[in-house]
């Protein structure tokens, strides 16, 4: 029996980790679970009626942000937040998310079970779609609640099938104004977000804890190449206008800037290329790219962007064809609140875990958070840094030592 204290078992949280593992578009191992959809519907009733059953206060918001209060003796005072979310993108594993979402709750029922009784209430919160898989934006109810994202841009959202975000949201039963959706400065009087890592370095180094200082925060951009197409047999080389060999100029001008830093925390991705016609035997008229740019420095990540731009420019001069650029996004990377993080090592040493401090260079939903409430994030291990796969795994003893030491610093910040 794995246990969360000298009392407690966790064995229930790691069987409804698995329960909702299995509310998915796919088969088992695999987990889908696009926002809006019948299985995210599917996988939030799960969730709720768990809080509920822990004697919790469960509210929802107009884009299906979901709060979960347990109440305390001074409810004047602005409440402790903790969560994250439970949509997966496809292809996914059941730890991302949700391992914050069920053990924040299982951190409430641990201190329930104690004896706890906190002064500031202590508030479990589920974002809406953190994971960009239908709209093309991520943390989207994190977003809305810091007011990173106005309502009037969210109204211009739309999937793949042209559907917007007021259809879905309203097929989903979601109701009320976008307007609604934002929060003020200090809605919360501290939040803490407990996450898997998505990278290697806790279980290489053997510990148990990662303490987040920074969050590195990502810049979007949609890039369009507009060429001529042509047959690949009849158009000699001295006369192409190839959209593709010009936006393969702009993926490797894309790498060299980011590496031209010399910061190991710059990093610059091209993730989609799409290639219209897309048949062999023809030149290339259209190419779309989207391109995710990161860094804790938000300036030295402008840099690169402004790098991208000037060989935009470079190569429709030299090429001879068009170049459109759209910035979907560029969100200014966050600073983990000091109290917060002293809380959590505090903590840590408290319950005899090892930890150390370090970067998130994936983006959260405590990024939006930090804007409306001073916050801070905990790392668990999770097996060779895989995620975003279904063989995305953390033990139950890295997934106790986390709702451990979370317990612990909410009934700090709480008290």
Not at 129 to 157: D, H, Q, V, W
Not at 322 to 342: F, K, R, S, W, Y
């Amino acid at each position: 029996m794995t246990t969360v204290g000298p009392k407690l078992s966790i064995d229930g949280l790691i069987a409804e980790l698995k329960t909702l593992g299995n509310i998915s578009e796919a088969e088992p191992p695999v987990v889908t679970r696009v926002v809006f959809g019948e299985a995210d519907l599917r996988a939030r009733a799960y969730v709720k009626q768990l809080c509920a059953d822990a004697g919790l206060a469960v509210s929802e918001d107009a884009i299906g942000n979901t709060f979960a209060l347990w109440e305390g003796t001074d409810p004047e005072l602005a409440p402790i937040g903790t969560g994250s979310h439970i949509d997966a993108i496809p292809n996914a594993g059941l730890y991302d998310g949700c391992v914050g979402v069920l053990g924040g709750l299982e951190a409430i029922r641990t201190l329930k079970q104690l004896g706890f009784t906190p002064r500031r209430s202590i508030e479990l919160v589920i974002f809406t779609a953190e994971e960009p898989t239908r709209f093309g934006i991520g943390c989207l109810g994190s977003r809305m609640m810091a007011n990173a994202l106005t309502p009037e841009k969210a109204r211009n959202l739309r999937d793949k099938q042209g559907r917007t975000l007021d259809e879905l949201r309203a097929w989903a039963g979601f109701e009320g104004s976008l307007e609604s959706v934002a929060m003020p400065l200090g809605r919360f009087g501290g939040f803490v977000e407990l996450h898997i890592e998505q990278g290697p370095t806790l279980e290489r180094e053997g510990v148990d804890i990662g303490l987040v200082t920074h969050i590195a925060a990502p810049a979007s951009l949609r890039i369009t190449v507009d060429g001529e197409g042509g047959h690949a047999g009849a158009t000699l080389m001295p006369g192409r206008k190839d959209a593709l060999t010009a936006a393969a100029e702009l993926i490797l001008a894309l790498e060299a800037a980011a590496k031209a830093t010399g910061a190991i925390d710059t990093v610059a991705t091209t993730g989609v290329c799409d290639v219209f016609p897309g048949a062999v035997n023809s030149i290339p008229s259209r190419v779309r790219l989207e391109t995710d740019i990161r860094d804790i420095d938000g300036a030295r990540r402008d840099r690169v962007i402004d790098s991208l731009k000037a060989a935009c420019i470079d190569v429709e001069s030299r090429r001879g064809v068009t170049i459109t650029l759209e910035q979907v996004n560029a969100d200014p990377p966050a600073t983990c609140d000091a109290a917060i993080l002293a809380a959590l090592e505090d903590s840590a040493k408290a319950a005899g875990k090892s930890y150390r401090k370090m970067v998130s260079r994936a983006y959260h939903d405590s990024l939006f958070a930090a804007r409306i409430a001073p916050g801070a994030m905990l790392f668990i291990p999770c097996r060779g840094g895989v995620s975003h796969r279904p063989d995305e795994y953390a033990s139950p003893e890295w997934i106790g030592a986390g709702v451990q030491i979370l317990a612990r610093t909410l009934a700090h910040l709480a008290s």
